[in-house]
């Protein structure tokens, strides 16, 4: 895409279900299950975004959860086609935009420890290494939790 200021962000529908289980599908090793995805599209505490150009399919989608005064990042997801373009900074601060609008203090989350594209995007919002939790993945891969004050 030439113009990547054409690109919205704006909440989730249901009716976005199958287009974000595509992406899932596409992006992630560990993909989430349509119930999963539907669970969240329906969860009040949820904040679920998606990245989506003009009259076209959905490119990106950040998912969270609000718990108390703590914002949770379950999941986020750029199509490769359009990562290294700034999407998916866009999309964790537009998650942490809401989260601050709705009192939250804080932003945590779990990161595979290889997945470096990924923590240099939370890195860039803002966000610090915490600590690892060895062997979290059902692989066994090690997940980075990091987090960020608001």
């Known amino acids: ?13 249901p009716d976005d279900l199958a ?20 669970g969240e599209l329906s969860n009040p505490n949820s904040i679920f975004f998606v990245l989506q150009p003009p009259e076209n399919q959905i490119i990106g989608f ?23 373009s700034g ?17 939250a203090a804080r932003a945590c989350l779990e990161v595979r420890a290889l ?11 803002g966000f610090k290494r915490d600590g690892t939790r060895k062997g979290y993945y059902q692989d066994g891969e090690d997940a980075v939790l990091m987090s960020k004050n608001l």
């Not at 895409?1 to 529908?13: G, K, S």
């Open 87 to 103: 999407l998916g900074s866009m999309l964790i601060n537009r998650l942490l935009s809401e989260a601050t609008a709705k009192k």
């Open 62 to 84: 950040a998912c969270s959860a609000l718990i108390l005064n703590e914002l949770h990042i379950l999941e986020a997801a750029v199509f490769p086609d359009y990562r290294n």
């Open 19 to 38: 287009q974000l289980c595509a992406l899932e599908q596409a992006c992630s090793r560990n993909p989430w299950s349509r119930n999963g995805m539907a």
């Open 1 to 13: 895409m030439d113009n990547l200021r054409d690109i919205i962000i704006r909440p989730a529908v």
């Open 115 to 125: 997945n470096h594209c990924a923590i240099r995007v939370y890195e860039k919002c």
